[in-house]
């Protein structure tokens, strides 16, 4: 079946403008997670989903940063006004709703702000 | 709160050799602990991960993590080292109340021929 899907897999944007990665998770699976790598870095967490609950935001670095997502489908990561500290590859993991089940991460969207 | 130390920014070893990568990890109550791999130019994928049971456990690629509670530890090991197991790894920890999962900062593991 299909995995992950992000999109864009490249967004190359100037500092000060607003941009939108989209995540498709794995149908069916009802918790999705954002996740941020700096270069040669580990993953830092930003938000998770899960099912109807409120999204735990406790990651979100800043109030530039913002995501919602669609029932159980569509997720988007808003950057506003993004800066160049913000340039990094996020990624979108999807698992199923048994919090013991591991996560798929998709490919990643790479983000440069010039 | 919870955290992952992963105390090795690298490991080199010898093909043939075994391997050990270290993971020490602090939670609330009893964790859910996995271990992941990034290949270049690859998508993270899941290689092993301990719930509850055998504190040995088996994953993919011939890698297994022991569980040792009284150490907080889950080291991955692999008796014997390949060259295309060169990649980087992240040990990752969850609650078992929660979802939130926090990662380690990797260990770049280089296997030399």
């Known amino acids: 079946g299909a995995g992950v899907s992000q999109s864009p897999s490249n967004k190359v944007t100037e500092k000060g403008k607003d941009v939108e990665l989209r995540c498709d998770p794995i149908?069916?699976?009802?918790?999705l997670y954002w996740y941020r790598q700096r270069l040669g870095q580990g993953l830092e967490f930003l938000i998770y989903?899960?099912?109807?609950?409120?999204?735990?935001k406790s990651g979100l670095p800043s109030d530039r940063f913002s995501a919602e997502r669609t029932g159980e489908s569509v997720s988007t990561l808003t950057i506003q006004r993004t800066q160049q500290e913000d340039s990094a590859v996020y990624l979108c993991?999807?698992?199923?709703?048994?919090?013991?089940?591991?996560?798929?991460f998709g490919p990643g969207t790479r983000l440069t702000v010039t | 709160a919870q955290s992952v130390a992963q105390p090795e920014d690298q490991v080199n070893v010898a093909e043939g050799n075994p391997l050990t990568v270290k993971c020490t990890y602090s939670v609330s109550g009893n964790p859910y602990l996995f271990w992941y791999v990034q290949y270049p130019n690859r998508g993270l994928q899941f290689l092993l991960k301990?719930?509850?049971?055998?504190?040995l456990v088996k994953g993919s690629y011939g890698f297994e993590a022991e569980f040792n509670k009284s150490q907080t530890s889950f080291h991955l090991k692999k008796p014997s080292a390949l060259v295309s197991d060169s990649a980087l790894y992240f040990c990752a920890v969850r609650r078992t109340g929660g979802f939130k999962t926090i990662f380690g900062a990797g260990t770049r593991l280089f296997v030399k021929a």
């Open positions: 993991a999807s698992s199923s709703g048994d919090r013991a089940y591991e996560q798929y």
């Open positions: 301990y719930i509850t049971g055998d504190n």
């Open positions: 989903f899960q099912g109807n609950s409120a999204p735990d």
């Open positions: 149908s069916g699976h009802t918790a």
